[in-house]
Each structure stands twice: as C-alpha cells, then as structure tokens.
C-alpha cells in the first residue's frame, strides 16, 4: 500500500518522498512508542522477554540444558544464523533427551505470535491451547522473545482492571 | 522515484524535520499510529487532501507492513 502511496504523492508533485516499507509492524515491534486509542493497551511486545536462551539444530540437549540453567522451565527456541525460529524444544524434551540434538525432539514450526497482537488475545488463545509460552517473532520469522503463559494472564488482568477502574 | 528506507533512516529523517503520513484507513490509524504522524488513507489521496503537506518538506509514507 505505501509504494503506491509515494509513488502517487509524486505524481501529485512532490519530488522528496520516502516509503518506510516495513511500516507500522516493524515500529512496534521494536518496542518504540505509538499514539492512538490503542497506544495504552499492553501488547505481546511490551512484555516479551529478550533475553532468551536459543540453541542450533545441532545443538545437544545437555549442553542446552546447561545453558538454560537459570530458567529451567522455560522452552528453547531453535534459530538459524538470521535468528529464525525453526522450531521449540519444551523444557521436559530437554530435561529427558540429554543425548539427542535439538533437531531430533524439537516442534517444528511452532505457533508464534506478532508483537503487536494484544495481551488478552494472546491469553485466551495460550489458555483455549494448553500453551506455556508465547514465542514472539516479526512477520519473517525472526525471534523477539518469549512470554509465558502466566506473566500473559498476570498482566492482561491488571490491565483490564486498570480500565475498569478509569 | 521513491526511496525505501528502514527504521534508522525513519528516525534520522523526523529528527531533522520530515513529514510522516500513514496512509493506511482511518480506523487503524485511530486506534495506533507513529508519534507526530498524519493521516491521509491511499484512497483519499488528491490534490484536496494533500494540501496538509508542506512541499518544502520530505515526506515519508508508511502503512501496515511489506504489502
């Protein structure tokens, strides 16, 4: 749509005109601030955690489970050089698969989530599918971060209670 | 010809001045847009509503994503 926004504005004389292509997804999900009536609504972005531990296809499982000492219940997102979430290897696969690569247990192509979308859809879906976590990536695929499935609840519930209360 | 530019530049350029437009429909922008950004949808795009740019100025546009 913008190409051809700009590609119009010069037909209408203007001669300096730009086209952010990647547009508004690629705004927030970088986590910079927007405007609007929605600007107050926590999002998937907003609460995602990027500190998150990856590993390779190859990757064996007990060094993965070193790795992930600090948060052992966590989930392990398996990305490619260009961070792409090629699939997710659950806390209880790593624990019990010492020997394996994460290729051989992992999810393939698991569920994953803009960061734009908003808090209480992405809870109601985690909830409906049983999921523990949320991986967040941009619309190629690269990884964000992740968000569990009850630091999602916790704060979607705090945020309609806010408005309520407004 | 328009120029494609990233995140970086975007911030580069309102920095030193430019114009920012969203052209996606009123509603969306409503509810979400860029901080400082105005609003003209593709579809009302003329020499009418146009004439809430300045000229003088560059002016970036920016819908949703890549389509």
């Known amino acids: 749509m913008s190409p051809r926004a700009a590609w119009r504005l010069e037909s209408l004389g203007f001669t300096s005109v730009f086209d952010y292509a990647p547009g508004k997804l690629d705004w927030v999900s970088a986590g910079l601030p927007v405007e609007g009536t929605a600007a107050g609504i926590p999002n998937l ?11 390779r296809l190859n990757d064996q499982l007990s060094d993965v489970k070193a790795r992930l000492a600090s948060d052992p219940t ?20 790593i624990k019990a698969n010492g020997a394996k690569t994460a290729e051989e247990v992992m999810i393939s192509g698991p569920v994953t989530f ?10 109601r879906y985690l909830t409906d599918h049983k999921i523990g ?14 968000a569990s499935a009850d630091q999602v ?14 | 010809m328009p120029t494609t530019i990233d995140r970086s530049r975007l911030r580069e350029m309102l920095q030193a001045g430019a114009q920012l437009l969203e052209v996606l429909p009123r509603r969306e922008y409503d509810e979400e847009h860029l901080p400082g950004a105005i609003s003209i949808p593709l579809r009302e795009l003329n020499r009418a509503t146009i004439s809430q740019l300045d000229r003088s100025r560059p002016v970036i546009v920016y819908c949703y994503d890549y389509q």
């Open chain 1, 45 to 55: 972005g907003a609460v995602a955690r990027r500190d998150v531990q990856t590993c």
């Open chain 1, 74 to 93: 966590a989930p392990c997102p398996v990305v490619n050089d260009h961070r792409i979430v090629l699939g997710l290897v659950r806390s209880d696969a």
């Open chain 1, 114 to 123: 803009r960061p734009n979308v908003a808090l209480e859809e992405v809870d």
């Open chain 1, 133 to 146: 976590y949320a991986v967040v990536t941009t619309p190629e695929g690269e990884l964000i971060g992740l």
């Open chain 1, 153 to 166: 609840h916790r704060l979607d519930a705090e945020s309609l209670a806010n408005r309520a209360s407004n």
